[in-house]
């Protein structure tokens, strides 16, 4: 985060500094207070004017993290770099008064490009400039703000009972750092890492921005290709999905994904900001603010296959379906396929902890063969991709073990070739295969 920087004398000169009110012919000084309050006020006679530009200048702050050398101490966090945009907020306000019968003269600027606004109740006239300004900034180690405001009240002939001028500025700022925060990831400190599973939900959503309020989201990944990004996943009775991220749940406050992939990505979101409220206005080039995570690893667990073994495949009668046709048997069991001593080991830094399971993920290339009149067709293909078996944790074998350990997974894959396909060609089939 960003804050005053630390001054050497810490008491000299000041973090915001600059400002000069003048009271009287001789009498003034400098601006005082702190960021939360800056400046200046005062009451005279006859002449007040506050004049000179604030400076303040931020520095960027790291957050503290558990130092993995030493236990109970804390060390400033590597991670935690300074964001390549921020925001800054600034607010100021400026006023002038004067009271008397006779002339005077009033003027007030805040320095942000608010107008001043006048007043007059007959006995005294005075203005008012305030406002509240925020502007997009390079981001960095430091940033310096520097505002220009001024208030001037004169009451050129003092007449009893209502002379009086009287004149202020007031001045505080700071710095938003809008970011994309990530649920769902684990920081590790040895090594120095944000990391998540592949698999695992994760949700983005934008933080730092208080008090702004956003009126758009648009959200975007670096490195999807690589990573394969998608939204959510379902088995269903017939065929599993894997859905991926349409226009709209890239414009939600919020967005959840997945990974399939190994590497190393950045979340983004670009936002754009609602209307600025009464006594607010936004710099030329506010938005669209690009919003953006830390760069977090996704991380695949590794698979050893172990052994595999596969049965023939034949004709596989029964009375539901006499004409079935499928894998089998593979003795000693009674099922086609067999994966014995299948090891599912999760990557450094991630603990072995947790339970293995298997799941069957078909990418299934269907043949069928039938004996048909002319002008009808003979051989049919059919395609699918990445369809979940209806079953999780798979029902055959050991189900769900504790890792580090391992596995075994057993099935029968069925085809069935007493299909018809409506063509008038008939169902006579002769030979059927699926791979």
């Not at 006995?123 to 390079?138: D, M, P, V």
């Amino acid at each position: 985060m960003y804050v005053p920087k630390p001054l050497d004398p810490p008491n000299f000169p000041k973090n915001p500094t600059g400002g000069i009110i003048h009271w009287g012919e001789t009498n003034y000084s400098a601006y005082g207070g702190d960021t939360a309050s800056y400046g200046a006020s005062q009451l005279d006679g006859e002449y007040v004017d506050c004049a000179g530009t604030i400076t303040t200048v931020y520095a960027w702050q790291r957050d503290q993290i558990p130092d993995p050398q030493n236990p109970g101490q804390s060390i400033d966090d590597p991670l935690d770099d300074p964001p390549e945009y921020v925001i800054s907020e600034e607010y100021c306000r400026a006023y002038a008064y004067a009271a008397s019968p006779g002339d005077v003269l009033v003027a007030a600027d805040n320095g942000l490009g608010f107008d001043a606004v006048p007043g007059d109740d007959g006995t005294a006239i005075w203005l008012t400039s305030e406002g509240t300004l925020y502007t997009k900034r390079q981001g960095g180690q430091e940033i310096t703000l520097t505002c220009t405001p001024s208030a001037t009240a004169i009451v050129f002939d003092p007449q009893p009972p209502y002379d009086g001028a009287y004149a202020e500025v007031h001045y505080s700022s700071s710095i938003l750092t809008p970011k994309v925060s990530l649920a769902g990831t684990t920081r590790f400190y040895d090594p120095q890492l944000v990391a998540f599973l592949t698999g695992q939900g994760i949700t983005g959503s934008v933080t730092g921005y208080a008090p702004l309020q956003i009126s758009t989201y648009s959200w975007s990944v670096d490195n999807d290709d690589t990573v394969k990004v998608f939204k959510s996943y379902t088995h269903t009775s017939g065929l599993g999905k894997k859905y991926l991220h349409s226009r709209t749940d890239k414009e939600q406050q919020t967005y959840p994904f997945f990974t399939v992939k190994k590497g190393t990505v950045t979340v983004k979101c670009d936002i754009t900001f609602a209307a600025a409220p009464e006594g607010v206005k936004y710099a030329a080039g506010m938005s669209p603010f690009t919003a953006e995570s830390w760069p977090v690893d996704s991380v695949r667990p590794e698979l050893t296959p172990g052994g595999v073994t596969s049965g023939y495949v034949a004709l596989w009668p029964s009375p539901a379906t006499p004409t079935g046709f499928i894998f089998g048997p593979n003795p000693p069991t009674q099922n086609g396929q067999d994966w014995s001593g299948v090891t599912y080991t999760i990557p450094s830094p991630f603990a072995q902890g947790g339970q293995g399971c298997f799941v069957q993920l078909i990418t299934a290339n269907r043949n069928m063969y039938r004996h048909a009149p002319p002008n009808h067709y003979t051989h049919f293909t059919y395609q699918t991709s990445a369809a979940l078996d209806t079953a999780y944790p798979y029902p055959f074998g050991t189900g769900i073990w504790a890792l580090p350990g391992n596995g075994q997974f057993i099935d029968s894959p069925a085809v069935s070739w007493d299909w018809d396909p409506g063509d008038g060609g008939g169902h006579d089939w002769y030979n059927a295969s699926a791979s």
